[in-house]
């Protein structure tokens, strides 16, 4: 007789938080807040690209030692989500190349340890209620 023995499986799939600059940074303030109020969440990589307006500050209310730069990845392993932070807008017309380098070099990139596990992204974004 076989035995048949199911081992449990772990979801491996990570859901991706990206908030764009844009009215009011609402969706900074947003990310900022998930950031603050998540523990679990651990700032990973500090993003650097020639796309985006430089960022490099350190301010009031922060460690001595903690910086913050335009973009920035957390990650929060038993949760599975990955926060990209971005505090500096994009230079225009790079959009398009911007987010097609990051997420070439941080999910889509056989090296990377989020190669192949992002399943859900979530955008955050806003508007102003002057638009037409």
């Given at each position: 007789?076989?035995?048949?023995?199911?081992t449990k499986t772990t979801n491996m799939s990570y859901t991706l938080i990206l908030p764009l600059?844009?009215?009011?940074?609402?969706?900074q303030l947003t990310?900022?807040?998930?950031?603050?109020n998540n523990s679990s969440?651990?700032?990973?990589?500090?993003y650097f690209s020639s796309e985006i307006k430089v960022l490099l500050h350190s301010f009031a209310g922060?460690?001595?030692?903690?910086?913050?730069s335009g973009v920035e990845l957390y990650q929060d392993e038993i949760n599975k989500i990955i926060v990209?932070?971005?505090?500096?807008?994009?230079?225009?017309?790079?959009?398009?190349?911007?987010?097609?380098k990051m997420f070439k070099q941080i999910i889509f990139n056989?090296?990377?340890?989020?190669?192949?596990?992002?399943?859900?992204?979530v955008i955050l974004d806003s508007i102003s209620g002057s638009d037409p």
């Open positions: 007789m076989k035995t048949i023995t199911k600059v844009s009215a009011g940074n609402v969706p990310t900022d807040l998930i950031i603050e969440l651990k700032l990973i990589k500090n922060f460690e001595t030692d903690k910086i913050l990209v932070q971005q505090r500096s807008p994009i230079i225009a017309p790079f959009e398009l190349k911007f987010y097609q056989k090296e990377s340890k989020f190669y192949s596990k992002v399943s859900k992204v």
